[in-house]
């Protein structure tokens, strides 16, 4: 596992003012001006404040009961949601008296059912949310409770031990000013990228993947499989070319910096920076190769679905420690081939990865209290976490090992195969699937213990409301040239390239950009306040 590394001067230095000018341990949310009331909700709080007692909350005795609607992110639909919720609801009822809608929704229906639902004002007392997939968006719209509020902090009443197992990094690395608008999932701090690839191809033909450190170094290998593997996409794109192997962080309409330097802080657009256009035109040889599935830039990409059917040969993810991802995607398409990676950027923690996966409490919620108790218990009940990541005992799952707990997913099960386990409560009490590798939480206690945190961690451009109408004339102007520059797809590399900037010039890229500059150097100074 690669951790970046500079002097640990710099490192303490960068952590200290990042800590001590947003808030203490207590993730209290500060005076921003900022509406952070909470809606009236029934009033079920016990007569003893729970925080003056050693419990995590009020006694399942001393509450009505609720059922809680809980919008879950998943990779599909199972049709055995049913038999898992009545093993789930007694575990729940026993601790908190309340009993759990799930309600699960995949990746091609998350955005419109969710955002429908909401504005609708139809109670949801949990939903799954993002720094990458809409958390800023729906902040800014109001949809969130923030769940630190001085005047009632739900955090430090219902979830006191989350908080201190989650540590200063996550919790306040998730803030928008000095707020936590969800809890994160405790899970790896930092995230790199690299390439994931069939292993069972690449021990077919001898090829050594061991010796690939860039996008340039697989064409020999794209190329015996190309000739060998008809039904194989050599080399398989996200539409927006996927290159995860670039450093980089994304604030706001491709406007960010990278992260292999700690100390950048120079705003600059994904599309002008040299190793991004290096790998772009790199795409462009392959897809003219044959290389790149010439969909790949269309509706049709389907880069989900050939991650499940394994019909590729490698590709560019996100990864985890000890070869988390391969085994994450092997588990999630139900071990019917193999998989490996490697690593090629660094572990560093920016803000995107501490608010990388979260649960939030809506403000439809109805019991907002009742949510937050949920949440705990989703961190601290290994049970109730087992269930919803394993499923049930001989259905879903066989135990291999007791001491430690080691299982195996039956194979053919929908219920594995359809969970997210990232999304779910403290990993670290997640069992360990026989296939995975038996470090793989000390992987991730390291990520959160070791990885160097970028000079920008906690920095959000939540100024994107004032920037509407250049935003929607970006997305206009890239809706024409980023899937066919990200894939490949484009005859003449030069002059499409050309035409993107001027359309994006046009649309007011660098209004945006500028302020996102001004904007950042202010949030840096008074990091040093």
């Known amino acids: 596992m690669k951790i970046y590394s500079k002097t640990m001067l710099v490192l303490l230095l960068a952590l200290t003012l990042i800590l001590t000018s947003v808030i203490g341990c207590s993730p209290t949310a500060q005076e921003t001006g900022d509406d952070v009331s909470t809606p009236a909700t029934e009033d079920e709080t016990p ?24 919008y879950m992110l998943v990779n599909s639909i199972t049709p055995d949601l049913d ?6 609801d007694p575990i729940v009822e026993s601790e908190i008296n309340a009993t759990v809608d799930l309600v699960m929704l995949d990746w091609g229906t998350w955005e419109e059912r ?37 005047e ?62 860039s996008v340039e170094d697989l064409e020999p290998m794209l190329k015996v499989i190309k000739e060998n593997e008809p039904n194989v996409i050599p080399y398989l794109v996200e ?72 019909d590729f040969f490698v590709t ?49 919620s109805e019991n907002p209290e009742r949510a937050m108790m949920f949440i705990n218990m989703m961190h601290t009940n290994e049970e109730l976490v087992n269930l919803l990541v394993w499923g049930i005992e001989g259905v879903h799952h066989e135990v291999v090992q007791e001491e430690p707990k080691l299982v195996k997913a039956v194979e053919g099960n929908t219920w594995t195969t359809s969970i997210l386990p990232w999304t779910i409560g403290n990993v670290f009490n997640h069992w360990l699937g026989d296939h995975e590798d038996p470090n793989k939480h000390e992987g991730f206690r390291i990520t959160k213990e070791e990885a160097p945190k970028h000079i920008t961690l906690g920095y959000r451009f939540l100024h994107a409301a004032d920037y509407q109408a250049e935003a929607a004339a970006y997305d206009n102007a890239m809706a024409e040239f980023s899937w066919i520059m990200g894939t490949g797809a484009v005859n003449d590399f030069d002059a499409t390239h050309a035409k993107m900037v001027e359309a994006v010039e046009a649309a007011g890229l660098r209004k945006i950009q500028e302020a996102m500059q001004e904007d950042l150097n202010a949030w840096l100074e008074n990091q040093n306040n």
């Open 47 to 70: 007569a003893d404040d729970p925080a003056d007692d050693d419990t995590e909350g009020p006694v399942a005795a001393d509450l009505e009961p609720y059922e809680l609607t809980y």
């Open 114 to 150: 969710f955002n429908t639902a909401i504005n609708a004002g139809e109670k949801i007392d949990i939903a799954f949310t993002a720094d990458w997939y809409g958390y800023l968006d729906s902040v800014a719209n109001n949809f969130f409770l923030p769940l630190n509020d001085p």
């Open 316 to 364: 560019q993810q996100p990864l985890k420690p000890f070869k988390g991802k391969s085994n994450e995607l092997m588990s999630a398409a139900g071990n019917k081939f193999q998989l490996d990676e490697k690593e090629i950027t660094p572990y560093v923690a920016v803000s995107v990865h501490a608010g990388g996966s979260m649960l939030a409490i809506p403000r439809t």
């Open 239 to 310: 539409q927006g070319g996927g290159m995860y192997t670039i450093p980089s962080v994304d604030f706001f309409k491709g406007l960010g910096v990278s992260y292999d330097d700690l100390e950048d802080t120079e705003i600059k657009w994904y599309w002008e920076r040299e190793d991004v256009l290096a790998m772009a035109r790199t795409h462009q040889k392959y897809y003219k190769e044959g290389y790149i599935h010439k969909e790949a830039y269309t509706e049709n990409n389907r880069y989900n679905d050939h991650l499940l059917e394994g």
């Open 83 to 88: 038999m898992v919720m009545e093993k789930v």
């Open 152 to 213: 009632d902090n739900l955090l430090e009443k219902y979830a006191p031990k989350v908080i201190e197992q989650l540590g200063e990094g996550f919790v306040i690395g998730s803030q928008i000013n000095g707020v936590n608008y969800g809890v994160p999932t405790d899970k790896e701090f930092a995230v790199n990228g690299g390439f994931v690839w069939n292993k069972d191809l690449a021990d077919k033909y001898n090829l050594d993947m061991s010796s690939v450190e």
